[in-house]
Each structure stands twice: as structure tokens, then as C-alpha cells.
């Protein structure tokens, strides 16, 4: 089994950064793709970025040239950089990973979410 673990979330002024961690745990034997989700009151879950193994990333339209997706493939985190931070961001976002992680003698796919963590931008 694999535990996410997410920090960084909080209250912030248009205008404003924030920097969210995600940490990954568990009987880890690869990971894959790793990414930013959020939702909004009402809204669906929306994917914000997503980064492979290589580095390469991509971005909703929506938080192109703010936010910033990276990870540490040595410490299993992925993060995600919100600059210019508006209103419409406001959501509880959430990090999904994706890999291979050991059980009963091999390896096994698998989909993690995080716990979610709220971001509010207002004045």
C-alpha cells in the first residue's frame, strides 16, 4: 500500500505564492506520472499538472506561466509552485501518483491520492 502525504495548503492574498508538497510512502518499487487535481465548491475534480519520470510537464490552460510542477524522484514528493495566485484557483487540491509497488513477492500497479489540502485565495 502507498500513503501520500500533502502540506503546503493555506490562505493567501491575490496576488500571492504558495508551495505544495506531496510525499510519497510505502513499498515503493517505481514511480510513473505524478500530478496536482483540485475542486472547486460545485465544481468536478480537474486535473492542474502532471509530470512523467523524465521531467517532461503539462499544464491546464488555466495556471499556464503561474504554477509550476517538479518532483524529487529520490524522496518520492512531487510539488507543485502557485505564483500569482487569483481567486478562481481557490479549490482543495489533491496529488495523484501513479507507479509499481511491491506485494506478496512481486510488483503491483497502483493509484494513489493524497488526503487533499485547501488553498484560498481572497483579499
Known amino acids: 500500500q502507498v500513503q501520500l502525504v500533502e502540506s503546503g495548503g493555506g490562505l493567501v492574498q491575490p496576488g500571492g505564492s504558495l508551495r505544495l508538497s506531496c510525499a510519497a510512502s510505502?513499498?515503493?518499487?517505481?514511480?510513473?506520472?505524478m500530478g496536482w487535481y483540485r475542486q472547486a465548491p460545485g465544481k468536478q475534480r480537474e486535473l492542474v499538472a502532471v509530470?512523467?519520470?523524465?521531467?517532461?510537464?503539462s499544464y491546464a490552460d488555466s495556471v499556464k506561466g503561474r504554477f509550476t510542477i517538479s518532483r524529487d524522484n529520490g524522496k518520492n514528493t512531487v510539488f507543485l509552485q502557485m505564483n500569482s495566485l487569483k481567486p478562481e484557483d481557490t479549490a482543495v487540491y489533491y496529488c495523484?501518483?501513479?507507479?509499481?509497488?511491491?506485494?506478496?513477492?512481486?510488483?503491483?500497479?497502483?493509484?494513489?491520492w493524497g488526503q487533499g489540502t485547501q488553498v484560498t485565495v481572497s483579499s
Open positions: 495523484n501518483v501513479n507507479g509499481r509497488n511491491w506485494k506478496d513477492g512481486r510488483t503491483w500497479p497502483f493509484s494513489s
Open positions: 510505502g513499498s515503493i518499487s517505481s514511480i510513473n506520472a
Open positions: 509530470i512523467g519520470s523524465g521531467g517532461s510537464a
